[in-house]
Structure formats: structure tokens, C-alpha cells
């Protein structure tokens, strides 16, 4: 039988997997994908100007939003992260904060979208916080980008790691709360060419891999490498589906 599991002990477990992102800030900025414009597309509201990139990592998000010719202001509480950013988008201003303590004047973002950060925040308080520093009628869009597990070889590879991402387990039905209305949801499927080492790297670049020890870490990434290098000898490419799974909440 399982043991519960202590809050206390798990709060702590998330805490460090949250921090966990500096120490490997190259890696992600090397093998975490972009997102699609279908994505990006639904989760801003028209006419939007200024859009706040919450928990904005290396920039992964940001860059698809300064190429729409949007103001975008960036906030990420991890230093690595942060260098990491400067360096690759050196004209857009990264600020240190949080989802429940935001850097920003009253009313001064149309949007507010998070791109694989929102399962991080404690909704009860980042919700008000990002509803103060929206404009009236101002978005909330959440985007995680998750494998595609109806693919069998992604179904296969899944059940051989350690366990779901935090993002998978918050991407489905993110909370968001008041005093934004009902989240609504969309589901963008896609597919990006990549290579045995990129598969290692985007595994090593997940919080639960970097925080494992380094025997258990190097039994998982064995394993990523095995099954890569068996399909990639089966297709003769190696493609990896992921779905997109977008959210938005808007203020009343």
C-alpha cells in the first residue's frame, strides 16, 4: 500500500524542482521547443500591445512575441534563467519576480500568457496578482507543451521514465480562480524533427531528471538513448509529436 504523501515534503519536493532550471539553463535553452502559431494565435486577445511573459525561462516564448511586433516585458525568478534570457534577447527587459509578486505598475499589460510556468504559481494568490497588472477585459493564457502519448513510441517511452512532468500534471485542467471567469481550453498538435541527442538533452532539461541522483539519472537517460536509437533504426527519422495544450481565462 502506498504511504500518503507529507504536504510539507512535497511542497519542499516542488520548491527545489522549481529552483532546479538555473543549473541547467544551456541545456533548455538547446532543447526545449518553440510553440506553434495556431497556439499563440488563440491564447492573446486582439488588438493586444504589451504582453507580460510570465515565468519566460530563456526567452522560448518571448521571441515568438516580439516577432509579432508585440511590447513584451519579461519576469523570471531564476538567476541562471535570467542570464540565459539577456543573452539571447538582449533588448527585452527581464525583471526578477514571481506569478504571486509581479514587478509591474497597476493596469499595465493587455495579456499576461506563461508558457510552461503556470503549474509552478499557487493560483489562490498569482491570479489576483496577474489580474493588477492587466488592463479591464485583459487576458490570462497558459501553454504547456506536453508528447503526444497517442503515438505509440511516445506511449512506450513515457512508461519507462520516472513519472509525469509537472507540466502534465497541470496542464490538463490548470485553476486559475477569481476574479478571472470560466478558462477555456484548446488542443494544438504538432510534430518537430529531432536527434537521439536531442531527445537525451530534452530529457535532461526537465526539473524531475535534474534533481535525480546521478545513478538514477544516468539510468534514464540509458534508457531515453536506447529507445531513441530503436526508432530513429525503425522510421529512419526521429520526430517527436507533442500537443500543445493551451488555456485562457479573461477578467470580466
Known sequence: ?????DPDQRRARRAAQARSFGAAADVYERARPTYPAEALDWVLPPGARRVLDLGAGTGKL???????????????????????????????????????????DDGSVDAVVAGQSWHWVDPDRAAPEVARVLRPGGWLGLLWNVRDPSVDWVARLDRTLPGPGEEQLGSLAPRVGAPFGPVERYDVRWSQPTSVDGLLDLTRSRSWVITLGEERRREVLEDVRRQAEERLAAAGELVLPYVTRCSRARLP
Open 62 to 104: 518571448t521571441r515568438l512575441l516580439t516577432a509579432r511586433g508585440l511590447e513584451v516585458v519579461a519576469v523570471e525568478p531564476t538567476p541562471g534563467m535570467r542570464e540565459q534570457f539577456a543573452a539571447v534577447l538582449p533588448g527585452v527587459p527581464v525583471l526578477d519576480g514571481t506569478g504571486e509578486d509581479l514587478p509591474l
Open 1 to 5: 500500500m502506498d504511504l500518503p504523501v
